[in-house]
């Protein structure tokens, strides 16, 4: 018969069904016309006849099985009947799907985060042809740099030309723009200032108009025309074709919008989703001048010529690098010391792919993610031993009907698949459901990635490799939950069973295993949660060395004003104006807020030491800045309004650590040290050798910088002379409410200054701990699923073991056995499984906490509380789900349980 | 309980194939009554048993099925003996005689 046919048949089962029942009433009735004919009364004929045939029923199920493609049409009629019997435990099922759904929901999330982060390549042509460039920083907290400055990169896309083509692209960071109908209202757009070239290499096409060529990036200043993403294009402009020609002011110039790019491409940092592209030569001609050697402010990408190989590439860029860092070396101050300089000189220069794009977020990223992974993978196994309990406690329930089908011919392999299909069911019904939650979760930690206010943006569309690892993980856990149930239903005995004994110690040692798992691996999510939440917590109660309430942080306009002395003067004038308000308990200046990413590191050198590598930090800060921020002076004085006048250079306040670091004391009032400056601020009288002078005037405690992890570094705070981000801190509990009245008063007293941003100092903090934040939380919520479903779990065992043992405990309890041993019979080897799902949680919590350990701050974990606080909840939960089946246990009525069966 | 007979599958076929190309087309229920008859009513085929079987040998293309009227005008499905079927037979028969006659030299020389 032809496969053509067979499908026929099963789509027209019931005519093949007419068929076999023709020819078989046909046979029947033919025997017993037989049996009539040698004398058999009809009623004993029929009789015979039917014993002959045994059930009509088992004749049909094997006939049809070999006239059918057999397990397509017994799938249709397993999933029916799967169907009927999981609406038939509405509870049950809905608890399974539910928990199901949320541990596939979170690892289908986890997966399309990880794999727009980390995975996925760029949306450009031929991306594994891409490469960056990278070198080792030799710091700690940043392995390796792959920021490059103007004049290295235009020597070293010369040099590289026969190999690869070089194209600069600078941080996708928010920057101020104005666009003519957004009401003269500044508006933050994320741009990026790119080579001319960038388009072509990456093979981008317009959306609309035309792109960046590299005739739009050869003169400084004088390529005033942008590219914007298609998805700016569609939000800002709603799609208008007619935006091409626009202007909008930005970095001090009337760009032109010369054409939007193609959908999908937004920029080479996975993380952040690019507005518009400006040509670099619109930076600030500093930048691109030869001065611009100092200033490093946009990564060098390549796309390697057909038969390159990155190798080739990085040996002739190594040349170049190496070249250029030698000439700049000679400028270097003679007293620098000799290691740092032959470190600089002797950096290697790497050649990463850039098939995926480089990305800052995916830096800060990349492990917790992958911690969120190992834990959502965990929280679905637990999910999946759960299901697989409930079906296997359920499908003791069902031994006879098992059996039954059993003896009426119906094969093993049948039973198997019926099972198969139920949990199938199941698993498609919690992927449909995981997708949906996945859709809803995925954008919720995109938005835990990044503050609000410069917000991460990940393409988390729903594409094929989704959708498969959604199928993957449904095909997987419909393995893992079904399998063992499957087996045992089928290896049901079926006299044993219709009778109503035996079968049952198999389903007991099946459940005891799968108990010790879930145990096992909801003890490891517990372990690394507790560990991820004790960091966090330690990591919020830190002191920083000041105090952070309500303290309102404003950026400022300073473009209208142009002189420095100007500015030092309207800094002045600003605070006093600003100190006078009511409603506020302080106000000063600093060049830039403590934790808001930037820093200023300087060498020194101290009289009759040896100069050092080590750069301690430096902070420009206005007169009341300390009192502001409420810093603890410990000696001195702090600055005055005097320390910022011109030629008075000198004085600088200087932190305990940085006492400690260059003078082995904290009393170092009197003391100095110089700083090495250049350019304009070495033209001071003061400057001697190029050495700025540092007198010591004060030493307050340590206070942070920009990060809650490191001890407070050694500072200096020298004077600003000039303006930057003023501090104000409010006297009401809702800083907040300060804000628009600051922003009304502050141009009102000096017309040249103009607010451009508001935030809290606490913001700022908060933001520097956001991945230790995601970490506590989500792994927290998912410690407390995978408790749950556990403490589920536990209960369906030992309830499923009580009412087995029903009997048992109804002979123990009348041969005087009293309450509390029944209870510990029952308890005995759930006991034992526990523990060992605990040692072997412990040991796979302590494998994991080595992977976990780099995100972790002061927690160690093989600390007491480290360890017992898991424990301790596992096992609280453990006898709350305990409780109920023990009760039941201990009131087994013995008449009762005797009769019963 | 009624137990399932696989041990008679082994011989039905043979049984089948033979009575089938002895006697031409036939069916279902002439079979069972052909082989009962012939012996003597010491084999007596399993109803349950003979239609799966018949399927599973179409399905292996050893016969072919056809409905046709018989001659109490009743809807019957014959059956007859493919090619395939014959070989089948061939091999069938030979591995049955060197099963029965070795079973036969054990209970003879035992």
Known sequence: MSLLSRLVNVLRASKVERDLDDELRFHIEARIDALLAKGVTRQAAEAQVARQFGSRLRLREASRD??????????????????????????????????????????????????????????????????????????????????????????????????????????PSLRAAIFPDGGGQDERVRAQFVSGNMFELLGITPALGRLLAPSDDVMPGAHAVAVLSHAFWMRRFGGNPRVIGRTFTFYEHQFQIVGVAHAGFTGTEPGRSTDLWVPTMMHSAEALGPEGADWNWFRVFGRLRPGVRAEQAQAVLQATFSTFRQERARTFRPDDPRDRTERYLETPLRVHSAANGPSELRRTFERPLWILAIV???????????????????????????????????????????????????????????????????????????????????????????????????????????????????????????????????????????????????????????????????????????????????????????????????????????QQMPAVDGAALSQWALFEGSAWTNSIRIPGREPEAFEPFFLSISPGYLETMRMRLLEGRTFTPRDIEPDQPTAVIVNQAFARRFFDTTHVVGRSFGRPVSGEAAKSSVVRDGL??????????????????????????????????????????????????????????????????????????????????????????????????????????????????????????????????????????????????????????????????????????????????????????AVLAAVPPARRAARVDPVVALRYE | MMKRHDSLQGALPLLVLKILL????????????????????????EEGSLYPALHRMEEAGWIKARWAVSEHKRRVRMYEVTAAGRRQLEAEEGRWHAVTGAVAHVLKHA
């Open chain 1, 692 to 877: 700025l002078p540092q007198e010591i005037v004060g030493v307050i405690a340590d206070a942070k910088y920009g990060n809650l992890r490191d001890p407070a570094p050694p500072t200096a705070y020298v004077p600003l002379r000039g303006l930057g981000t003023l501090h104000v801190r409010a006297a009401s509990e809702d800083p907040l409410a300060l804000a628009p009245i600051l922003q009304r008063e502050i141009p009102r007293a000096l017309p040249a200054l103009r607010v451009t941003n508001v935030t809290l100092q606490s913001t700022l903090i908060a933001n520097s701990i956001l991945s230790e934040r995601l970490l506590a939380l989500l792994s927290g919520f998912f410690a407390i699923v995978g408790l749950l479903l556990a403490a589920i779990g536990l209960y369906g065992v030992l309830s499923y073991a009580v009412v087995q043992r029903t009997r048992e405990i109804g002979i123990r309890v009348a041969l005087g056995a009293r309450p509390i041993i029944v209870i510990r019979t029952v308890l005995a080897h759930i006991l034992s499984v526990m523990a060992l799902g605990i040692i072997a949680g412990l040991g796979g919590g302590l494998f994991l906490s080595r992977f976990v350990e780099a995100v972790l701050y002061e927690v160690q974990p093989l600390d007491a509380l480290s360890l017992a606080l898991p424990v301790c909840g596992l096992l609280v939960v």
């Open chain 1, 66 to 171: 070999v006239k059918l493609v057999a397990w397509l049409e017994s799938l249709l009629k397993d999933v029916r009947f799967g169907l009927r019997v999981l609406r038939k435990d509405l509870v049950l099922t809905a608890a399974a799907v539910a928990s199901l759904a949320l541990a596939i929901g979170a690892c289908i999330a986890a997966f399309s985060l990880i794999d727009a982060l980390m995975l996925r390549p760029l949306p450009v042509s031929a991306p594994d042809r891409l490469v960056y460039l990278a070198y080792p920083t030799y710091e700690p907290g940043s392995p390796e740099g792959d920021w490059f400055n103007y004049p290295l990169f235009q020597r070293m896309r010369e040099a590289g030309q026969p190999h690869v083509d070089l194209f600069g692209v600078s941080y």
């Open chain 1, 376 to 578: 959502v993978s965990l929280v679905l196994l637990i999910a999946s031993s759960n299901v697989a309990n409930l079906l296997i406690a359920r499908a003791a329930a069902r031994e006879r009907e098992m059996s039954l089908r059993l003896s009426i011919g119906a094969g093993r392999g049948r039973l198997i698949q019926q099972v198969l299909v139920e949990s199938a069911l199941l698993a498609s019904v919690a992927c449909v459901l995981g997708l949906l939650i996945a859709a809803i979760v995925g954008p919720a930690i995109v938005n835990m990635l990044a503050p609000s206010t410069d917000p991460a943006y990940l393409d988390l569309r729903l594409d094929w490799r989704v959708l498969a690892f959604a199928g993957g993980i449904g095909l997987m856990t419909t393995v893992l939950f079904g399998l063992p149930s499957a087996l045992r239903a089928s290896s049901v005995a079926p006299m044993g069973a219709l009778k109503g004994t035996g079968g049952r110690v198999t389903a007991r040692l099946t459940l005891r295993p799968l108990l010790a798992l879930q145990v096992g691996f909801s003890l490891v999510v517990l372990f690394v949660a507790s560990l991820l939440l004790l960091s966090f917590l330690r990591l919020t109660r830190v002191d920083p060395g000041f105090s952070q309430d309500r303290v309102l942080l404003l950026s400022l306009d300073t473009s209208a004003i142009g002189e420095d002395q100007e500015k030092a003067r309207a800094a002045l004038q600003l605070l006093d104006r600003v």
């Open chain 2, 22 to 45: 002895r006697r031409g087309p036939l069916h279902g229920y002439g079979i069972t009554l052909h082989i009962e008859t012939m012996s003597d009513e010491v084999l007596r085929v």
